[in-house]
């Protein structure tokens, strides 16, 4: 029943026009950011030749392409998300779902793995640009591979908290607006309390940032993955509370 629910999510998201306007616009941005990183390695290039130790296309073109991306996907992903519970309260659906011989947990993770399965298929291509430079150029497959492992769980971090704002409202645009606030204060929290040092750690441990960018370096330590799956499950759990408190109401 869950690959059922999951199925029926990621259809519903690619009947969407908006879902295919987000995937066209997405991949020409993010298309257009890396001709222009690979047109400024080329002229760059025969000056690195020369030097021993050199950072190569890995962190010229590669990393800062992660890195775009992943802004760009914390800007899209509230309009992905938004609807994907809160519609159904607004079209009074939610009920047949508490109807049906599933439970909550089968509904949250069905629907999360049917969003997820989205921004797999974008990550997908947005991962076949890189791979292209193999054609002329030797890559470092370990940075490529921790900087997609990076993006893979920012993503699924990104959509249990999508998720878990489109649970608290009927509004579509409110679930939106507080699923962006909530990522970007996750993204930038690490710019406050550097004034005191225990303050500073605590805010540079939440910050989504910070642990990124340790993994667009090529570096896989298990404190960043353990905190992208504590704020995925976190989420995903409060989700499944806030859907089985309304199912007693009902």
Known sequence: MLLTIAGRELRSLFLSPLAWAILAVVQFIIAYLFLSAVDAYLMVQPRLAAIEGAPGVADLVIAPLFGNAAIILLLITPMITMRVLSEERRNRTISLLFSAPVSMTEIILGKYLGVLGFFLVLLAMIALMPLSLL?????????LAAGLAG??????AFSAIGLFMSALTDQPTIAAIS?????LLLWIIDWAGKSEAQVSGLFAYLSMLRHYETLLKGLIHSTDVAYYLLITILFLGLSIRRLDADRLQH
């Open 135 to 143: 054609a002329g150029t030797e890559l470092d497959l370990g940075k």
């Open 151 to 156: 993006l893979t769980l920012l993503l699924a």
């Open 179 to 183: 699923t962006f606030g909530l990522l």
